[in-house]
């Protein structure tokens, strides 16, 4: 089996797991940021793959066979092999403690001493191209739209917005996400979004 055979054996075996969470195709793949059709074409390609049907499909929604039961404890297993690698990686991997800032060329970040004191193992790498960052920060809103961002507006008399854009499953990047909306809330003197 190639390394593109067990990626489609990986993703079916997890989207299995969550249509059974969430009891339905349609909301397993708006939760996954997934069409319904696509993610129902999977599921049949993998029954076709494995030769057996994970679901016993009807218009109240699908209900796992005793298969595609066992296919959800083979995915809960993966999980949690794939945690193990990632808490490897986390101590073991110096560079996985480095986080990719990105800051607008017309913008100032002038101090995060305060944010190196409280996390002493996230070293900032303060990047010039924004594609392989875990935040920006900006005054120029995100072009693509699934990107999730909060929108700031500081000032009084003079407006002006800052997108700040994270890598939310990075745990880094939302505690500096935090630390930098913090820091300009207090800046300007704002108490809300």
Same mark, same amino acid.
């Given at each position: 089996?190639?390394?593109?055979n067990?990626?489609?054996?990986?993703r079916?075996?997890?989207?299995?797991?969550?249509?059974?969470?969430?009891?339905?195709i349609?909301?397993?793949?708006e939760?996954?940021?997934?069409k319904?059709?696509?993610?129902?074409?999977?599921?049949?390609?993998?029954?076709?793959?494995?030769?057996t049907?994970l679901?016993?499909?009807?218009?109240?929604g699908?209900m796992?066979?005793?298969?595609g039961y066992?296919?959800?404890e083979?995915?809960?297993?993966?999980?949690?092999?794939? #945690? =193990? /690698?990632?808490?490897?990686?986390?101590?073991?991997? !110096? +560079?996985?403690?480095?986080?990719n800032?990105?800051?607008?060329?017309?913008?100032?970040?002038?101090?995060c001493?305060e944010?190196?004191?409280?996390?002493?193992?996230?070293?900032?790498?303060?990047?010039?191209?924004?594609?392989?960052a875990?935040?920006?920060?900006?005054?120029?809103?995100?072009?693509?739209?699934l990107?999730?961002y909060?929108e700031?507006?500081?000032g009084?008399?003079?407006? #002006? =917005? /800052?997108w700040?854009c994270?890598?939310?499953?990075n !745990? +880094?990047?939302?505690e500096?996400?935090?630390?930098i909306?913090?820091?300009?809330?207090?800046?300007?003197d704002?108490?809300?979004l």
């Amino acid at each position: 089996m190639n390394i593109k055979n067990y990626t489609a054996l990986i993703r079916g075996i997890l989207y299995v797991q969550e249509i059974i969470r969430c009891k339905s195709i349609n909301k397993a793949a708006e939760e996954n940021n997934i069409k319904a059709s696509n993610l129902s074409l999977i599921i049949n390609n993998f029954e076709k793959e494995i030769g057996t049907k994970l679901f016993k499909r009807s218009s109240q929604g699908c209900m796992p066979t005793k298969q595609g039961y066992k296919v959800a404890e083979l995915a809960s297993e993966l999980k949690e092999q794939v #945690q =193990k /690698i990632s808490n490897w990686h986390e101590n073991i991997c !110096p +560079k996985n403690r480095m986080l990719n800032i990105y800051i607008s060329p017309n913008m100032e970040l002038t101090d995060c001493s305060e944010f190196a004191k409280d996390h002493p193992t996230i070293k900032l790498n303060f990047i010039e191209e924004d594609i392989m960052a875990d935040v920006k920060i900006s005054n120029i809103p995100p072009t693509n739209p699934l990107e999730k961002y909060t929108e700031l507006r500081i000032g009084d008399s003079l407006k #002006q =917005k /800052i997108w700040i854009c994270c890598n939310e499953r990075n !745990p +880094k990047a939302l505690e500096f996400f935090d630390f930098i909306v913090a820091k300009l809330l207090l800046l300007y003197d704002q108490s809300a979004l």
